[in-house]
């Protein structure tokens, strides 16, 4: 089938207690992975983004590609840009068929922000894209995260219900504990925090850095209004480690073969993720 916006499957997610995973999707092999495992587990899903990604294919190609993969399987999933970083690369994913995303201003001023993210709702939504913004910042929780600040700032809830107001986005990125990568330690999410912001914001919240969150944190975290969660560093680690293991000892498998073990060992954390959010026969 075709992509949906985020506000069919997370949508139904907010409303039900659960959310849909996100997982970052760099090439058509773990496109392919992603969407065959939802469509065996009739679950929705999110194929991300972000600008890394495009030395592989510029959006409209990466698009391109997508959406011929996603005709091949009785799946809802979205096609999503994560962490824009300009409001440049955010019009060309738009342009290129994405249904959702994201422009991550959450490292200027609040005025920029809003600003910035009420231009893109206003040239995205007719067209019926959704649009995710982040508000307080979601930091990193080791170097090798390609994505968060060096600090986190914890969101605050009047001001996050006065940015959905203002800039008009259909989701928020919070930061209430989590952050990007491999965390040292269990990390804490704060659900008194969490509470707070369910209560004053009246759209889905995203929980970006999923990777090494608690089953039961993040269930918990779905009754309190996070209806999505970004996958990212456990499916990188993951790829690495089992192809770099195949030319341990002095092997020399031939490249399609390594990556094609490495690609097919995705799919038990792309199912895994799709239990623990709860989105398993949601679709």
Known sequence: MSFVSMADPVGKAYRGGYAVPAFCAWNAEVMRVILQTAARLRAPVILMHARPDFTLLPPSMMAEVAQVLAKRFEVTA????????????????????????????SARSFEENAGALRELAELAHPLGISVEGEIGQVGKADESSAEGGAVSALTDPGEAAEYVRRSNVDLLA?????????????PRID?????????AVK????????????????RRSAQLGISKVNVASELVHGFRSTFNAQFEGG??????????????SLEKTVEKWIRITGAEGKA
């Open 78 to 105: 979205v096609l999503h840009l994560d962490h824009g970083d300009t409001p440049g690369l955010a019009r060309e994913c738009v342009e290129a068929g994405y249904t959702s995303v994201m422009l991550d201003y």
């Open 174 to 186: 919070v930061s209430v504990g989590n952050k990007h990568g491999f965390y040292r330690g269990e």
């Open 251 to 264: 092997a020399h498998p031939w490249m399609t073969a390594a990556l094609g073990v490495a690609t097919a």
């Open 191 to 199: 659900f008194g925090l969490l509470a707070e912001l369910h209560a």
């Open 203 to 218: 759209v889905p919240l995203v929980m970006h850095g999923g990777t090494g969150i608690p089953e039961k944190d993040i």
